[in-house]
C-alpha cells in the first residue's frame, strides 16, 4: 500500500456505477458469488475480483452483530496506553470495502479518531468516504481519509504513526505472503491489529442434511485456491504475528442466520453451494437438488445457519513511542 494515496472527501461524485451482480461466494457462475465482476468490461484474465457492494450491505448487520466485543477489552487498555495526540487515534482499515469495519468500531472506542481506508478497489472506497462514521463513543469527532493500494504493498512506514490496524473479512482471501506483510508492517510499526470475521472453514445447518459435509469440503477446497488462505487464515496470521513477538488472542465470531436474516441467507447459501460445485463438478447433480431444497426452507422461514468465523486480535510490541 505504498502508493501515492488518493484521497476521497466527501461530497466527491461517485463513478459512474458498473454492472453489479448481486451475489453471495466465491464461484464464479453469475448471481452465485462473493466475488463479482463489478465491471463486466475492462477485467481482464489475472485481475483481482471485485466485490459487489450490495454484498456487503447485505452482510454488514450480520458482521456487526458477530464481531468478538471480548477483543475489545484488551484493545482499549492498550489504546488507552498510547501517548495523548491532538488528533486522537489514527486508525488504519485494510480492504476497507465500503467502510463497514469503521461503522461498527468507531463508535465502540472513546475519542477522536482519524481513520485511513485502504483498498485496492477504488469504487469501493468512494463507498467508504461517503458513508464514513461521524462520532465516537465519546461522540468526539471522527474523521476519514481513503488509499488505494494492495496489502502486499504495505510497509511499516505507510502505517507510521497508526495506533491501530484493522480488517474485516479480509484474510481469508489473502495469500500467506500478503499475511505476511501485513504482520511484518504492524510489526514494524508497533501497532496493534485487530483483523476480525475470517471464515473458520465450518457451519451448521438445521436440520442437518447428509450434503452439508461434501458441500463444505467443496468450498472450503474453492477457497483455498490459487494459494489463498481460506479457513487457514487464521492460523497463518496468528503464527505470523507471534513469529514478530506480538501477542495474539482469537475469539469466535459467527454468524448466526435465521428467519429475519433470509436474505443474506439466501445469498450466502447460492454462493456457498456455488463455489462447491465450480470446485468439484461432479457434484453438479445433487448441488442442485440440495441447494433448492435449503432455499425452500429459507423462504419458509425454517432454516437456520450458523457460519463460524474467527476475529483476532495481535498485541505488537511498541517501538520507539510510536504506539
Ligand atoms: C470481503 S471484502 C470485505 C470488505 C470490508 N472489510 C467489509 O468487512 O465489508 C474484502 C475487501 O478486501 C479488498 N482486498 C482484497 N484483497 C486485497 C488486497 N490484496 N489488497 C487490498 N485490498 C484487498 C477487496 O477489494 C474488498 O474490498
Known sequence: MTEPATTTRHGDAIPARPSVVPG????????????????????????????????????????????????????????ADLPRRAGGLVVHDIGC??????????????????????????YLLHFAAVGSPRSAADGSRVTVETRRGDVARLTPEALAGASLVTASALLDVLTREEVGALAAACAGAGCPALLTLSVAGRVELTAPHPMDREITEAFNAHQRREGLLGPDAVAVAAEAFGEHGATVRLNPSPWR???????LTEQWLRGWVGAAVEERPALAERADRYLAERLAACAAGEL???????????????????A
Open 24 to 79: 453471495a461466494g466465491p464461484a464464479r457462475r453469475p448471481g452465485e458469488r462473493t466475488t463479482l465482476r463489478l465491471r463486466e468490461t475492462g477485467e481482464g484474465p489475472g485481475e483481482p475480483p471485485r466485490y459487489a457492494p450490495e454484498w456487503l450491505a447485505l452482510r454488514e448487520p450480520a458482521d456487526a452483530a458477530a464481531r468478538s466485543h471480548d477483543l475489545l477489552d484488551p484493545l482499549r487498555i492498550r489504546l
Open 97 to 122: 470495502g465500503t467502510g463497514s469495519m469503521g461503522r461498527w468500531l468507531a463508535p465502540h472506542l472513546d475519542g477522536a479518531q482519524h481513520w485511513v481506508l485502504h483498498d485496492r478497489d477504488p
Open 257 to 263: 442466520l435465521g428467519p429475519g436474516q433470509a436474505a
Open 304 to 322: 437456520r445457519v450458523v457460519v463460524h468465523h474467527s476475529d483476532l486480535l495481535a498485541l505488537c510490541r511498541p517501538v520507539g513511542g510510536a
